[in-house]
């Protein structure tokens, strides 16, 4: 998976994104999978759109994930693996919706979801949520900031 971070005007931050965004990849195994990732930096997503980050699929093998750009730290880290999830959710076809009579229908592992699911009852929010912190302890761990076990 080919990973760009766009619009965002400083390197150490861009090279954050980037690095991290590989890391969650490899970690994620979906690093060799075929494809394109586009990080965005946004400015007033949250307050425009009321969501810190948001991940979906312009093409087929074209990933966009968009992160507001006053989001920093491990506050970051954590938007960037929990995007990443949903990445790898969409890449392997664990996640997916259909268009059915005007109205999307979403699956999670071949099942339809209940349109009427809470947000944080919905499996890949689920499982995104789950998978961020371990996501962030692994890299902060790789990097040597993290000394808990
Ligand atoms: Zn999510």
């Known amino acids: 998976m080919q990973i760009e971070v766009t619009n965002v005007r400083n390197r150490d931050r861009k090279t954050l994104l980037e690095r991290s965004a590989l890391f969650f990849a490899r970690q994620l195994k979906i690093a060799d999978r075929y494809g394109i990732l586009v990080i965005k930096s946004v400015p007033g997503l949250l307050k425009n759109e009321r969501t810190a980050a948001r991940m979906d699929m312009f093409a087929p093998f074209v990933y966009v994930i968009e992160i507001d750009s006053r989001i920093t ?30 109205r999307v229908v979403r699956f999670w592992m071949g099942k339809k979801v209940d349109p009427k699911t809470h947000y944080y009852d919905l499996p890949w929010e689920v499982e995104a949520y789950t998978k961020q912190r371990i996501l962030v302890n692994s890299l902060l761990k790789t990097v040597g900031m993290f000394n808990d076990v």
Do not use: D
């Open 73 to 102: 730290g491990e506050n970051l880290l954590e938007t960037v693996a929990h995007e990443m999830v949903h990445v790898k959710q969409r890449a392997l076809g664990q996640a997916r919706h259909e268009i059915r009579g005007g």
